[in-house]
C-alpha cells in the first residue's frame, strides 16, 4: 500500500519569500503520478502541480515548483515570491500509473503573513 | 469555480435521519469520486464511478449509499449515521478513471450528525 507523509503540520511565511513545503511517499512502484492540490479557506481544491515519474526535469508551474527525488521519494513544493493568496492547506497525492485511487497526505496548513 | 458543484453545502441530520447528498460535474468527465476530509487525516477515497459503474468502494459502511444515475450527476445517500460520520465530503470528478488524469474538486458539504 502506499503513503504519503507531509511532516509539517503548519507553516507560515512573510509575503514575497520563497516557502518549501516537503512531501515523502511510500510505493513499490515504478510508474506513478504526484500532485500538489491546494485546498483555499473557501475549501474548493485545486490542483496546483503535477510531475509524473518517468521525467527526470522537475515540473514547473510559475512561481510554483517541484524538487522531485524518485530515489528519496521526495516530493517538496516550492513557492516563490508567495503572495497573500497562497494561504491554504497544501496536500501531496500519489497515484500509480493505471490506478484511480488517490492517496492523500494530511496536509500543510500555509499561512502567508502580510 | 471549477465546474463541480455540490450540495448542500451545509448539513445537520440527526443519527435517524435520511439526507442526500448531491454532486454534478459541468466538465464532461467520466469519473465522478466520492471522499470524505476529516481534521488532521488524508482524504479517504469512499467511492468511485466510471461510466456510472463502480468500480471501487473502499469497504464504506453500509449507512453510506452511492447512486451515479449519469455520467454528470452523483449522489451519496445517507442514514442512520453516527457522530464520527461528521465531515466534510468531497466530490471530484476525472476525464476517466485512471492516472494520470486530474481530479476536479467540489467545494464539499460539511456534514454534522448529532
Known amino acids: 500500500a502506499q503513503t504519503v507523509t507531509q511532516s509539517q503540520p503548519e507553516m507560515s511565511v512573510q509575503e514575497a519569500e520563497t516557502v518549501t513545503l516537503s512531501c515523502t511517499y511510500d510505493?513499490?512502484?515504478?510508474?506513478?503520478?504526484l500532485f500538489w492540490y491546494k485546498q483555499p479557506p473557501s475549501r474548493q481544491m485545486i490542483l496546483v502541480i503535477r510531475?509524473?515519474?518517468?521525467?527526470?526535469q522537475n515540473a514547473t508551474e510559475n512561481r510554483f515548483s517541484v524538487n522531485f527525488q524518485k530515489a528519496a521519494k521526495s516530493f517538496s513544493l516550492k513557492i516563490s515570491d508567495s503572495q497573500l493568496g497562497d494561504t491554504a492547506m497544501y496536500f501531496c497525492a500519489f497515484v500509480g500509473f493505471g490506478n484511480e485511487k488517490l492517496t492523500f497526505g494530511t496536509g500543510t496548513r500555509l499561512t502567508i503573513i502580510p | 469555480e471549477t465546474g463541480v458543484t455540490q450540495t448542500p453545502r451545509h448539513l445537520v441530520m440527526g443519527m435517524t435521519n435520511k439526507k442526500s447528498l448531491k454532486c454534478e460535474q459541468h466538465?464532461?468527465?467520466?469519473?465522478m469520486y466520492w471522499y470524505k476530509q476529516s481534521a488532521k487525516k488524508p482524504l479517504e477515497l469512499m467511492f468511485v464511478y466510471s461510466l456510472e459503474e463502480r468500480v471501487e468502494n473502499n469497504s464504506v459502511p453500509s449507512r453510506f449509499s452511492p447512486e451515479c444515475p449519469n455520467s454528470s450527476h452523483l449522489f451519496l445517500h445517507l442514514h442512520t449515521l453516527q457522530p464520527e460520520d461528521s465531515a466534510l465530503y468531497l466530490c471530484?470528478?476525472?476525464?476517466?478513471?485512471?492516472?494520470?488524469?486530474?481530479?476536479?474538486f467540489g467545494p464539499g458539504t460539511r456534514l454534522t450528525v448529532t
Open positions: 510531475q509524473e515519474a518517468y521525467k527526470q
Open positions: 471530484a470528478s476525472s476525464q476517466e478513471k485512471g492516472s494520470p488524469y486530474e481530479q476536479y
Open positions: 510505493t513499490s512502484e515504478n510508474n506513478y503520478y
Open positions: 466538465l464532461g468527465h467520466n469519473a
